[in-house]
């Protein structure tokens, strides 16, 4: 995954699209579940789901950019 991509969440079905921003990697992880710590700054098209740090195990590219 790299800046530009389309992405959408992997495991819903109706899931807004969003822009990725930046790729990050984040100081700890967020739960011990959860030991990836490469996430992505999404900025989404939908007002509902609030832009910010998503990991990248959650995501699904749906457009590579060029």
């Known amino acids: 995954?790299?800046?530009?991509?389309?992405?959408?969440?992997?495991?819903?079905?109706?899931?807004?699209c969003g822009i990725v921003l930046e790729v990050i990697e984040l100081p700890n992880s967020p739960?011990?579940?959860?030991?990836?710590?490469r996430a992505a700054y999404?900025?989404?098209a939908c007002k509902y789901t609030a832009p910010g740090n998503y990991q990248l195990c959650i995501l699904e590219t749906i457009d590579e950019s060029r």
Request: charged share 30%; no cysteine.
């Open 1 to 16: 995954m790299k800046v530009g991509d389309l992405v959408k969440f992997r495991r819903h079905n109706k899931s807004p």
């Open 31 to 37: 739960h011990p579940s959860q030991p990836d710590r």
């Open 42 to 44: 999404v900025q989404w």
